[in-house]
């Protein structure tokens, strides 16, 4: 545990880890007090859900294809990062329907995606560690930031009800992985 935790490239991991996961956890938590606002109903709010959980299971297909294919973990990282920054940013401010789902399904597959390609760049960076230390860690990680995410964020709203400033949040820590996927280590096979 020690070794995984002073590798730089894993921390950067356990950050976008954190960050991703308790994003995901609080969009999908709070979907229907985050549409309701906008003029959604319950129904409409599980549909984005759905959609988002959809986006993310073709994300993962199609992410883990081309990592497996190209060996290339770095730029789909960052790929996957940019989707989700992007995606936020949008569902931030919209409130049209086509835009909710379409960028709702991007969420969940620029989110999602980075996951399993993420955990196969941890076992490339941290080895000889055992693969179930690196990837249990993340995903632990991921876990407690989705329960800081989601009790942290709760009623984190205009006064109107609008999740826009915890949204608003999510998209600056987005942003913020982003740059710090560009500092992971490209790795050659």
Same mark, same amino acid.
């Given at each position: 545990? /020690? #070794?995984?935790?002073?590798?730089?490239?894993?921390?950067?991991?356990?950050? $976008?880890?954190?960050?991703?996961?308790?994003?995901?956890?609080?969009?999908?938590?709070?979907?229907?007090?985050?549409?309701?606002?906008?003029?959604?109903?319950?129904?409409?709010? =599980?549909?984005?859900?759905?959609?988002?959980?959809?986006?993310?299971?073709?994300?993962?297909?199609?992410?883990?294809?081309?990592?497996? #294919?190209? /060996?290339?973990? /770095?730029?789909?990282?960052?790929?996957?990062?940019?989707?989700?920054?992007?995606?936020?940013?949008?569902?931030?401010?919209?409130?049209?329907?086509? $835009?909710?789902?379409?960028?709702?399904?991007?969420?969940?597959?620029?989110?999602?995606?980075?996951?399993?390609?993420?955990?196969?760049?941890?076992?490339?960076?941290?080895?000889?560690?055992?693969?179930?230390?690196?990837? *249990?860690?993340?995903?632990?990680?991921?876990?407690?930031? =989705?329960?800081?995410?989601?009790? *942290?964020?709760?009623?984190?709203?205009?006064?109107? *009800?609008?999740?826009?400033?915890?949204?608003?949040?999510?998209?600056?820590?987005?942003?913020?992985?982003?740059?710090?996927?560009?500092?992971? /280590?490209?790795?050659?096979?």
């Amino acid at each position: 545990i /020690k #070794k995984i935790f002073t590798n730089k490239y894993f921390l950067i991991l356990v950050i $976008l880890f954190f960050v991703g996961l308790g994003t995901f956890n609080m969009v999908t938590s709070y979907i229907e007090i985050i549409l309701i606002p906008r003029g959604y109903s319950a129904e409409d709010a =599980g549909f984005i859900g759905f959609v988002m959980l959809i986006g993310g299971i073709v994300g993962c297909v199609v992410m883990s294809a081309l990592s497996d #294919k190209y /060996k290339k973990r /770095k730029i789909l990282i960052i790929a996957s990062v940019v989707i989700t920054t992007v995606s936020l940013a949008i569902l931030s401010f919209t409130a049209n329907e086509l $835009l909710l789902y379409l960028f709702g399904f991007f969420l969940g597959f620029g989110i999602l995606s980075a996951g399993p390609v993420a955990l196969e760049y941890a076992v490339e960076v941290t080895a000889p560690v055992p693969e179930a230390t690196s990837n *249990g860690s993340l995903m632990w990680v991921g876990q407690i930031g =989705g329960i800081i995410f989601i009790l *942290g964020l709760e009623g984190f709203t205009t006064p109107t *009800g609008d999740y826009f400033p915890a949204l608003i949040l999510l998209t600056i820590f987005a942003l913020i992985l982003v740059v710090l996927s560009l500092f992971l /280590k490209d790795i050659e096979e």
